[in-house]
């Protein structure tokens, strides 16, 4: 069975930073790939970042420089390193994984669709 858990979330103050861990089981991540997405009340789900099978890294623009993504094979796990958090990153994150291996691009790394596995998320909150 396929699982994705999130954890690491929390309030922090602007300006602080969090480690968001996501561990995988039922398959190996470095397979597939795996992207982080972000959900504030009342928007849609968007993408923050994701390694793909290949090794490629994506950010969206509004982390970039502030984000890392990163991954332990030996523990199937991936990591978001978020600094300078700033109160409009205030969201639920969730890890996703697609459900056969696939090419990652530029154009298809923050699409929800392309992810067929998700994690139960958890909160970030960034006080200002």
């Known amino acids: 069975e396929v699982q994705l858990v999130e954890s690491g979330g929390g309030l922090v103050q602007a300006g602080g930073s969090l480690t968001l861990s996501c561990a995988v089981s039922?398959?190996?991540?470095?397979?597939?790939?795996i992207g982080w997405f972000r959900q504030a009340p009342g928007k849609e789900r968007e993408g923050v970042s994701c390694i793909s099978n290949d090794l490629e890294i994506y950010y969206a623009d509004s982390v970039k420089g502030r984000f890392t993504i990163s991954s332990d094979n030996a523990r199937n796990t991936v990591y978001l390193r978020m600094n300078s958090l700033k109160p409009e990153d205030t969201a639920v994150y969730y890890c996703?994984?697609?459900?056969?291996?696939?090419?990652?691009?530029?154009?298809?790394?923050?699409?929800?669709?392309?992810?067929?596995?998700w994690g139960q998320g958890t909160q970030v909150t960034v006080s200002s």
């Open positions: 996703a994984a697609p459900g056969r291996p696939r090419k990652t691009t530029l154009g298809s790394w923050a699409l929800v669709y392309e992810y067929d596995y």
């Open positions: 039922g398959f190996t991540f470095d397979d597939y790939g």
